[in-house]
């Protein structure tokens, strides 16, 4: 089945330390946005890539980085974790930019950080 | 105020009983509203979406959606436990090229059997 894969499903790490945190898809979609959630709080947009094009959102911290070397990849850098950087993090895609607002979730990756 | 508020619950029913979901907004450019089902551990889904005010219906859910309140409704008939899940709202103002959708913190669910 065509779907959104995260990896890893889990991550642990210590303050300070980077991680980064992928996502592959294949719906072939052009577009690809990352997500971070926090406990019982909204989905909160820090990026989104249309095609190669990279768009971040204002409030997004400079901690946090991507890269899409390919259609299929993406990849969430996160330069040096502080205790509130501790989320899930959940890749989504969709087919275009706009339109009705049809994203696909992967299943998320759950940052801990100690 | 936030553009998009959701009673977050938890909200507890014993399964077979009618379910409301709500969200209210400010923004009157908001055009597309859709309802995300989040099972605990897992990302999002879509659930249904709606671009008019009216009903959507699907199945055991109806999707309602209200202009002139700024209300919409997400409705479940007859749950089941297996609906248990936290429900989001979203909504996405009309520019053809707009990507971000605004997001509710959602409502927990639980049905009992």
């Known amino acids: 089945d065509a779907m959104v894969i995260q990896n890893p499903r889990y991550q642990v790490t210590q303050f300070g330390k980077p991680v980064t945190l992928s996502c592959s898809q294949t719906?072939?979609?052009?577009?690809m946005y990352w997500y971070q959630q926090k406990s019982s709080q909204a989905p909160k947009l820090l990026f989104h890539?249309?095609?190669?094009?990279?768009?971040n959102e204002a409030d997004t911290p400079d901690n946090f980085q991507s890269r899409r070397p390919n259609t299929s990849f993406c990849f969430l850098d996160i330069r040096s974790p502080g205790l509130g950087d501790a989320a899930m993090y959940l890749c989504?895609?969709?087919?275009?930019?706009?339109?009705?607002?049809?994203?696909?979730f992967g299943e998320g990756s759950r940052l801990t950080v100690l | 105020q936030k553009e998009v508020e959701q009673d977050p619950g938890p909200l507890s029913v014993p399964e077979g009983a009618i379910v409301s979901l709500n969200c209210t907004y400010s923004?009157?450019?908001?055009?597309?509203f859709m309802w995300y089902r989040q099972y605990s551990r897992k990302g999002p889904e879509l659930l249904m979406y709606?671009?008019?005010?009216g009903n959507k219906e699907d199945g055991r859910f109806t999707a309602q959606v209200d202009k002139s309140s700024k209300y919409i409704s997400l409705f479940i008939r007859d749950s089941q436990p297996s609906d248990s899940a936290t429900y989001l709202c979203?909504?996405?103002?009309?520019?053809?090229?707009?990507?971000?959708?605004?997001f509710g913190k959602g409502t927990l669910l639980t049905v009992n059997p």
């Open positions: 709606t671009y008019s005010s």
């Open positions: 979203a909504m996405k103002d009309g520019g053809g090229s707009n990507y971000k959708l605004t």
């Open positions: 890539y249309y095609d190669k094009d990279f768009n």
């Open positions: 719906l072939n979609h052009n577009v």
């Open positions: 923004n009157s450019a908001f055009q597309y």
């Open positions: 989504a895609t969709s087919r275009v930019r706009g339109g009705a607002g049809e994203l696909f």
